[in-house]
T-cell receptor, first 116, second 117 residues
Framework: AQKITQTQPGMFVQEKEAVTLDCTYD???????LFWYKQPSSGEMIFLIY??????QNATEGRYSLNFQKARKSANLVISASQLGDSAMYFC?????????????FGAGTRLTVKP | EAQVTQNPRYLITVTGKKLTVTCSQN?????MSWYRQDPGLGLRQIYY???????DKGDVPEGYKVSRKEKRNFPLILESPSPNQTSLYFC????????????????FGPGTRLTVL
């Protein structure tokens, strides 16, 4: 079964507008971590933001925020004031468990295109 | 500068010819892992290592081997590559120690694009 689902293969947003990239996850663990990574056309993977399952507040990092809805098992990435340089692939990922589940699962990704 | 390095960056080889992709990190991280990225599938974990001499299978370990003899190095070995192993490979490291409570930023290498003919 898919652990991480990103339902939007591609998204478009106008420069300076906000955009939400969807991510839902599947786990029975109580303790887990959620991550978002950006992959520009150059290919490198860039860490954006992290949310722990026990964190009470939504994570924020500059223009990035994570809309964490635990009951719905969703961890959507919100990018405010989009810039042309935000055009990239975005991956949602999850690490489950405490000590015995140490692998990380990634979604299929969403390609974001920012229009001038 | 904190970084993860991979070599080679690009490799074209033929079926059955053993190859090794090296990975090295200079951050003294305990945790290292290998992923492959394929279109529409995102990144899938091949193997990971929690520490020296400790390695475990990820989601797609078939056809791959790894070793962790030193903390900084985590080579990926394809004993007999096949065309279905044509992919983009990433090595990553982090300070992850096995507790989900700590923030675990994975640092990725630049990627190795492998083509097996």
């Amino acid at each position: 079964a898919q652990k991480i689902t990103q339902t939007q293969p591609g998204m478009f947003v106008q420069e300076k507008e906000a955009v939400t990239l969807d991510c839902t996850y599947d786990t029975s663990d109580q303790s887990y971590g959620l991550f978002w990574y950006k992959q520009p056309s150059s290919g490198e993977m860039i860490f954006l933001i992290y949310q722990g399952s026990y964190d009470e507040q939504n994570a924020t990092e500059g223009r990035y925020s994570l809309n964490f809805q635990k009951a719905r098992k969703s961890a959507n990435l919100v990018i405010s004031a989009s810039q042309l340089g935000d055009s990239a692939m975005y991956f949602c990922a999850m690490r489950e468990g405490l000590d015995n589940n140490n692998d990380m699962r990634f979604g299929a990704g969403t390609r974001l295109t920012v229009k001038p | 500068e904190a970084q993860v390095t991979q070599n080679p960056r690009y490799l074209i080889t033929v079926t059955g010819k053993k190859l090794t992709v090296t990975c090295s990190q200079n951050m003294n991280h305990e945790y290292m892992s290998w992923y492959r990225q394929d279109p529409g599938l995102g990144l899938r974990q091949i193997y990971y290592s929690m520490n020296v001499e400790v390695t475990d299978k990820g989601d797609v370990p078939e056809g791959y081997k790894v070793s962790r003899k030193e903390k900084r190095n985590f080579p990926l070995i394809l004993e007999s590559p096949s065309p279905n192993q044509t992919s983009l490979y990433f090595c990553a490291s982090s300070s992850w120690t096995g507790r989900a409570s700590n923030t675990d930023t994975q640092y990725f290498g630049p990627g190795t694009r492998l083509t097996v003919l």
